[in-house]
């Protein structure tokens, strides 16, 4: 019998797995350039924390989670997304006490019972950024142009930007009234009917026709805001706007996650079918307080790695990795000489040149595909008569040039040549 990966998971592998690692650093560099810091959380917390800080009436933590009680029975579930372990962990720490805003990136994988599907997976791994701690429509539109930035620095052109505001504990309940009153007018079903009375806004988006066409004249949250909001919510527009970051206003964009309040964002592609959402984020001034902290008005995103990585596919920006694997490869025949290689392909790699060998007492023949294959440039040949000769054969496997070096100045020799 042979394992498959679970349902819904894959597997990484080379040369892509190189790819990928490529976009999470692209991803994480324009936040590390603004003075976010790195921080790492468990991949499983308290079950509470996520019932609490997700919000009971999302799809998240009603049917996605993957729960499960330890053996000393303190229920645990595997981090579906990002922000609330790091509020969490800010709280815990007490970082909210120093300066403010407190300013983290996180890379990591999460974990969501979800209906797999391409784009839509049940491990997956997103680069996320936060800032706590501070009200300012600059943090947002900060956020915002520097994952526009880490889209851009893929070479991603058609990433769009939907914005939208969700108003705050003065104006969202007016409205959520506004659209309640309007949504139990529709002719829906009873899930939909009950979804109503837990999480209204939820309903905005569905994305079934029959729903879709009843919504056409649904109240928009735009047209609820109060004034703080409303200027709020214009300063972020025209900070991107200045910054040169196209966006769409979306006055239907609610997000699937219950914390948040006033600035929200999506960025989609539209090579990426149904599941089109490369990142999205916003404003969640109320989940420290939900989570039994003081108040601390935050705002963050999260960007799923692998979908940007279908973005980029999309795109034709991923091309055939040709890159070399390593610089130069070592050949050895005859166990002497081997053990020389040994410590000779160490001592290229301190130099800071990357080399890799033939293992597995490979004949000369077995051992030079290794060396093509490698991707390496130069090759080194040691047989037990250059041994004798305290020489190395280096041969340039473009031009099959092959010469003799002094094992003793090989390194420098490679040094002068590959860098
Ligand atoms: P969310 O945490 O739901 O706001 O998602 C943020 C980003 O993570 C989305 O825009 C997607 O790019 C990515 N993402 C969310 N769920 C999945 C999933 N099940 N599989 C792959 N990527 C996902």
């Known amino acids: 019998m042979s394992f498959q990966a679970p349902k819904g998971t894959f597997d990484w592998l080379p040369p892509k797995s190189e790819q990928i690692l490529a976009v999470r650093a692209a991803l994480a560099q324009p936040v590390r350039q603004a003075g976010y810091g790195y921080i790492e959380t468990p991949s499983f917390e308290d079950t509470e924390l996520f019932a609490r800080g997700v919000g009971e009436s999302t799809d998240i933590v009603s049917k996605e989670m993957y729960t499960f009680p330890d053996k000393a029975g303190r229920s645990l579930t595997l981090r579906p997304e990002g922000t609330a372990s790091v509020v969490r962990a800010v709280l815990q720490h007490n970082l909210h006490t120093g300066q403010?805003?407190?300013?983290?990136?996180?890379?990591?994988?999460?974990?969501?019972?979800?209906?797999a599907q391409r784009g839509r997976y049940r491990h997956f791994w997103q680069v996320g950024a936060e800032a706590l701690g501070a009200e300012d429509p600059a943090l947002d539109a900060e956020l915002i142009v520097l994952a526009a930035r880490g889209f851009a620095d893929l070479g991603l052109t058609q990433v769009e930007l939907l914005l939208n505001s969700l108003g705050d504990k003065v104006c969202r309940p007016v409205y959520r009234a506004a659209l309640q009153d309007f949504l139990r007018g529709l002719d829906l079903d009873d899930d939909t009917r009950a979804r109503i009375e837990i999480n209204p806004l939820r309903v905005l988006d569905?994305?079934?026709?029959?729903?879709?066409a009843q919504l056409v004249g649904a109240p928009l949250v735009v047209d609820h805001l109060c004034a703080p909001c409303k200027a709020y919510h214009e300063e972020v527009r025209a900070l991107l706007t200045e910054a040169g970051v196209a966006f769409t206003d979306d006055p239907r964009l609610v997000r699937g996650l219950d914390y948040y309040t006033r600035t929200t964002f999506e960025f989609v592609h539209g090579g990426l079918g149904s599941q089109s959402a490369v990142g999205g984020g916003g404003r969640y001034d109320g989940l420290s307080e939900m989570l039994g902290g003081p108040a601390l008005p935050s705002v963050g995103w999260a960007v799923g790695v692998?979908?940007?990585?279908?973005a980029m596919e999309a795109e034709g920006l991923l091309g055939e990795t040709t890159e070399a694997r390593v610089q130069v490869y070592g050949v050895a025949l005859g166990d002497d000489a081997r053990r020389r290689m040994f410590l000779l392909v160490d001592e290229v790699r301190k130099a800071g040149i990357s080399a890799d060998m033939?293992?597995?007492?490979?004949?000369?023949?077995?051992?030079?595909?290794?060396?093509g294959r490698s991707g390496a440039r130069f090759?080194?040949?040691?047989?037990e008569r250059d041994l004798a000769a305290q020489a190395v054969q280096l041969k340039d496997l473009t031009t099959a040039e092959q010469t003799e070096v002094p094992l003793a100045q090989v390194v420098d020799v490679l040094k002068g040549k590959v860098q």
């Open 100 to 115: 403010l805003p407190v300013k983290l990136w996180y890379s990591g994988s999460q974990y969501r019972y979800e209906r």
């Open 206 to 212: 569905d994305n079934r026709p029959e729903v879709r």
């Open 306 to 310: 692998d979908r940007t990585f279908l």
């Open 358 to 371: 033939a293992f597995g007492g490979k004949g000369l023949k077995g051992a030079m595909k290794g060396a």
């Open 379 to 383: 090759a080194l040949i040691l047989g």
